[in-house]
């Protein structure tokens, strides 16, 4: 067995919640049988580690508190006989009894002998390891139910982190979700590059303004253009020079505030291009200038992706940039971008409105979308197929993305479903 520096304090409430530990003939340390017929309910709070346990000790069932400690010691180290809050502790569970409690009688149950020794050399393997996943070398053990069921877990943990910052956004907003919606929708359009740049583009050009010029895509173009700051030069081309006067003009009607982030080209394929992705973005609120409310009515994947299969104006099908002509290429949104703006921007938005406002058809309407939407291609997802874990779906690769950064990245293996059948396996 490895030295008990090695058990975490953490490890050893994990062992004790589920049982992973040999139940035969349990004694106290002075002799009395005892069995525990309920462990507590885990306290995340001050006070002892369970609350609420049922333990039988000879022939007396008690219901109370227990603490664990690796040391007997520690209850004395941590001031617990003053504290008013261990008063009803009803039994303390260590690894090792190296000391008596002074002044009080406290039955003691040691397991230092009780604990599997593959399920502690894993574990501690675990922490030390620095491949993709800890457990990358067992996760195929574990049962297809246990993989289903915790997909389905992460990826609405994942939805509910993202609502964290939709939340916030309601409440810069005055929870006006058409305007957030654009927002989100705008920085989606910049990818990561100019993300931040588009959602400053789109905050200083309101819904109530863009749905006054949503039959003139022109002027929707020219807003958006000259807001990105890419209509300040003086163009010999007639489109150019026909959207620095349309936006010159609304910019003197609405009193716009220039935006200070400068919109990026370097290291981007030309389909990216910000005049691209503006353009088109234009086109979308052309469409539809009340996105949000468009998309609440959808009822299929197909008719959301019809919505999106947005385009540029001509002139960008035989340009990227201003006064400078490229071979024909029509600039319409692609697919692998749709699938970008479905997983990023609609699904979580759909899913916070149905959480917030009780209505479940969108919350699950925003998980059926993930799950009809084709898987992400990224370095990640290679590496989890790589393990042998193909991702499905859209809904899928959330939640290994999920998975990888709030759970294997952080060693939260205790906290993991798969974890917590493969050690349960090694406990057996």
Not at 145 to 159: A, D, G, P
Not at 169 to 179: D, F, I, K, Q, R
Not at 284 to 290: I, K
Request: hydrophobic letters at 40%; aromatic letters at 10%.
């Amino acid at each position: 067995m490895p030295q008990i520096w090695s058990m975490t304090e953490k490890l050893f409430q994990f062992i004790w919640q589920f049982r992973y530990f040999n139940q035969t003939d349990l004694r106290l340390e002075n002799g009395e049988s005892v069995q525990v017929v309920l462990p507590g309910q885990l306290n995340q709070n001050q006070g002892p580690d369970f609350l609420n346990a049922k333990i039988k000790i000879g022939s007396t069932l008690w219901v109370g508190h227990v603490e664990l400690h690796l040391h007997s010691s520690d209850w004395e180290k941590h001031a617990h006989t003053q504290d008013k809050n261990y008063r009803n502790v009803i039994l303390h569970v260590v690894m090792e009894n190296d000391a008596r409690i002074e002044g009080i009688e406290m039955a003691t149950l040691v397991l230092h002998n009780r604990v599997s020794k593959i399920l502690l050399e894993k574990y501690t393997e675990w922490m030390r390891d620095r491949s993709f996943i800890p457990c990358e070398k067992n996760i195929l053990q574990v049962p297809g139910l246990v993989w289903t069921s915790w997909k389905q877990r992460i990826l609405v943990e994942r939805l509910q982190r993202k609502s964290v910052i939709i939340r916030q956004y309601l409440l810069e907003s005055h929870s006006h979700w058409e305007e957030i919606f654009w927002w989100m929708m705008a920085a989606n359009f910049g990818a990561k590059v100019n993300s931040g740049s588009f959602e400053a583009i789109a905050r200083t050009l309101s819904t109530a303004i863009l749905a006054r010029h949503k039959n003139q895509v022109h002027q929707l173009e020219a807003m958006l253009l000259g807001q990105a700051g890419i209509l300040e030069e003086n163009f010999r081309e007639a489109y150019p020079s026909m959207l620095k006067k349309e936006y010159e003009f609304l910019r003197s009607k609405y009193q716009l505030k220039p935006v200070y982030q400068s919109v990026q080209f370097l290291r981007m394929r030309p389909g990216n291009f910000p005049t691209i992705r503006l353009s088109q973005l234009a086109d979308l609120v052309h469409r539809s200038s009340h996105l949000f409310s468009r998309i609440k009515e959808i009822r299929t994947i197909n008719e959301m992706k019809a919505l999106l299969e947005v385009r540029a104006n001509d002139y960008w099908h035989y340009h990227y940039t201003f006064e400078e002509s490229s071979p024909f290429r029509m600039k319409a949104l692609g697919r692998q971008m749709i699938e970008n703006i479905m997983i990023n921007t609609i699904a979580p938005v759909l899913y916070t409105y149905g959480c917030l406002h009780q209505e479940e058809v969108y919350s699950r309407r925003a998980i059926q979308w993930l799950q009809e939407t084709p898987a992400e291609t990224n370095a990640l997802m290679k590496k989890w197929t790589t393990l042998g874990l193909r991702p499905e779906n859209a809904g899928d690769s959330q939640a290994k993305l999920e998975l990888k950064s709030q759970y294997c990245d952080k060693k939260r293996c205790l906290e993991c479903a798969v974890g917590n059948a493969l050690l349960k396996r090694m406990a057996s």
